[in-house]
């Protein structure tokens, strides 16, 4: 048997590489990364806050309308009690944000707040970023979920 | 044939056997799948939630109400139509045509039944939030029922009067009121009804949203019924084999490693119901002849401003028990042609498909999927997948385990 030309080596090459990168890509899609960051206490991104984040309720449901509690905290440790905290996110894989507009619905004392309206409607790798304004200044912070 | 040719086809062959291969052996489920399987069961299904909006949802007495109201076509203008005309029973409560024709035709695909009081929103584009507030539209709409608030408010004092007491209380005095009329009837019954005094509207409204709460406690009783792919998911979830019709043929098997797995179909038709109750833009063309559809971008602002809904006068409930309505995404170009993710339990008998009826058969659906074609309006949310024959005749296969005897469908 004649061996198969330069020509057929390299479009075997090249048709190679298109698979690899396309179940490269799918593997990407279907999971996060495998040293994602999943800790729910970190600070913000600037280093103004301690932010740490817990469900009310424990495990989180995919498809369930549920709260959060956020608690932010200064760099001394000191509760923020007069912050405005606001929330949004989505499935940096899938390109999409969150199925629903959750809120903060009211303060808590200590530095601590509800945020009511989560869902998670798929499975996956899901980011929650928080907004932090209060006279120490205008920070951010995310977190990452995995369902 | 030139040789390169036949070389890049076996290879192609090859490796698109691989995944055939692999799912040949029904025990070929890794954990992470078999955990997917059991999410996906009937078994997983929560209890019914509860209604706090409507207080006769769990009445049984009301759900009888509710049940003769459905089929009763003197609930109409022209006493031809009832809910049942597009919701029939026989055929898990949609009508196989694609789109609803009750007066004449609407623009939408009449949707399925069972499960719905699962559904935090109603209708394609959830333009209502709750069974009773959707009840409502259909009846007052002149493509469908086409009749009108006075004229069903007397009806119900006519034949069910003593039914209707017993579960609501007395029903206001009709006598002085017009026969026909009605915020969205005719010119002459909608200018009727301005005419009317304030506190009779009012007393009409309440009897209009009692007869919606009535056959929403009927419809919840309308529950998916168990099929071939539970039966399988709980011999998969106690570990034993597959018996009887339980058992997965090599085809259906890969039909549910696609659909799980690279087909990425779970990613919205999720859970026991298969949907995550959610909208999504997945590039739907647009019926030619019909009004432009915005979809989800048009139906939440009609949620929030419905009279009707959890936030309204007729609510039973506590303003902080109607979280779906205080925290919908109201804007946004996610929204625009986004339609309800429909339950696939049942779906393999009842084409067409879409919520205009746009594809025919389930083929044409993989078809969509697969081509992936951009969206006529805002952004499609899918991603081509490309299938082998195969693969598309192995999803069908898999979708048809999760179809509905016509007999079990009956409430």
Redesign the interface.
Known sequence: M?W??R??VL??AA?LAI?AIGMAA?HL??RPPDDLDLARSKSSANGIYAVSIEPEAEPVE??K?HSWLVSVTMADGSPATDAIVSIDGGMPE?G????????VTGPLPDGRYRI??V?F????WWELRFSILSPAGDDEVVFNIVL | MSWPLSFLRGFMAAFLAIPALSACNPNALTEEEKEIVGSLSLASLPALPADPSNRVADDPLAAALGASLFFDTGLSGDGLVSCATCHMIEKQFQDSKPRAVGVSETNRRTMPLAGVGWSPWMFWDGRRDSLWAQALVPMEDAREHGGNRTGYAHFIAEHYRSRYERIFGPLPSLAHLPRNAGPLGTVEERATWSAMRSADRTAIDRVFANIGKAIAAFERSIVPPETRFDRFAAAVASGSEPQGDAVFSDLEMEGLKLFIGKANCINCHNGPRFTDDHFHNTGVSAVPGLPEDLGRAAAVRQALDDPFNCLGPYSDAEPKQCAELRFAVREGEELLRAYKTPSLRGAASRAPYMHAGQFATLEEVIDHYSNAPDAPAGISEIEGVIFTERGRKALIAFLKTLDVPESTTDP
């Open positions: 004649k198969p030309s020509r057929v479009l075997a048709l698979i799918m899609v279907a995919q498809g309308l899938h999409h944000g969150l199925p629903t507009a959750p809120q009511e309206g869902r409607n798929m499975g996956g």
